[in-house]
DNA sequence: GACAATAACGAACGTTCGTGCTTTTATCTT
DNA sequence: AAGATAAAAGCACGAACGTTCGTTATTGTC
């Protein structure tokens, strides 16, 4: 590995601890030349623009996702500790990134949603496939006969991120200390749910 | 109503539709005067500083937010007819309210969660009043008889509110046609657990 | 209609923004 | 070690940012 692709890495990583706080807007290249204490126009050479090092940033925390979250939560068994894997594994994945202002993909989606371009295309791309990776974890649930047959995975993938979105909420804006125990109860709730459908 | 006020709220009431958009930082007194053919000094001169007109744009959408959906919700009979109330105003009241960019507290609680300072504080408690309000009425469905004795009604506040995030995010991020409908199947599922909960 | 008060304006302030160039420095290959 | 290549720096640009100032129009009151 070049140096070149070496201080990438660096200014991605910083970029992206950066983002967390303030967004992907709210990056800018004199603040992270500063912070990396290199000049504007070194840094700038690495992207060809700003969207660019936006897009790359979003690339580079879909890879630490799948290494924290995705990959590790895959080696439970399958079903239903898999999913209880996925959910637990994703409700401090922002302290194992070390990401000092919560998850980057909502505070994207949210700044985004608005703003039509590859960045934007970028993220739907990567939520959409994290929905697919819940949804494909609840299918193999119903084959393992711990969930309904009448289970609907797409639906369970919305309700679990939607779960996972008032956790946010509630620990990143409100500091709810109950935050965790909040989401855990909705966890449990759609878990319940889930089974009750089985005898349905 | 002196022309200072009359300018003053057209100045609140497209700074609010702008930032659903572009989110309260995202606000320019540049872009809003150039919208309101104003110079940017006379736009300016209503608020002493930038953060105070995002703060009145705050207690703007709030004195909104409350004639869109509370008020009329609270018509509705005790219970979990006032509950379903509230909950399906919100889902169409930024269409309601003229709002492009999706409901400004979503947008403002993730641009705002890692921001101190008096913005923030606003919003904390505005959105602490709306999970209050809630919160009260499920627990009038507690006295009803429609929801189980041993409901815990901030619990539910919270995970209403979460399927109102999901909501959100696959409408406006995903564009996702069934949005509306996941939600609803979401806030069924809730009212579901809760009636279990009556014969337990 | 005169006069005070208020509202709006136009110009400029110092910063910061993203983005080009050109030049110097460091790294890699032979 | 030399020469080729890649990386970083230096400097400048035009535009937009929030904010302040002094001045001009407009409003509301007696």
Not at 74 to 96: H, I, K, S
Request: some cysteine; overall charge positive.
């Amino acid at each position: 590995m070049g140096k070149g692709e070496r201080t990438r890495e660096a200014i991605l990583d910083h970029a992206m601890r950066l983002a967390s706080a303030v967004g992907l807007a709210g990056l800018s290249i004199g603040r992270l030349a500063t912070d990396l204490e290199m000049s504007k126009s070194g840094l700038f050479a690495h992207f060809q623009s700003k969207e660019t090092l936006q897009d790359q940033v979003l690339v580079r925390a879909s890879q630490l996702f799948i290494e924290i979250v995705v990959r590790p939560a895959l080696a439970a068994p399958r079903g239903e500790p898999r999913l209880r894997a996925l959910f637990e594994r994703w409700l401090d994945w922002t302290r194992t990134a070390g990401l000092p202002g919560g998850c980057l993909f909502v505070t994207a989606a949210v700044e985004l949603d608005d703003r039509p371009g590859p960045v934007r295309d970028r993220l739907v791309a990567l939520q959409k496939e994290w929905l697919d990776v819940i949804g494909r974890v609840a299918r193999t649930g119903i084959a393992e006969g711990h969930f309904g047959g009448n289970l609907d995975p797409e639906q369970l993938a919305h309700d679990l991120y939607a779960v996972m979105l008032g956790y946010h909420h509630a620990a990143r804006l409100l500091r709810d200390p109950r935050a965790v125990s909040r989401a855990r109860a909705g966890f449990e709730s759609l878990l319940t749910a889930t089974r009750a459908r089985k005898s349905a």
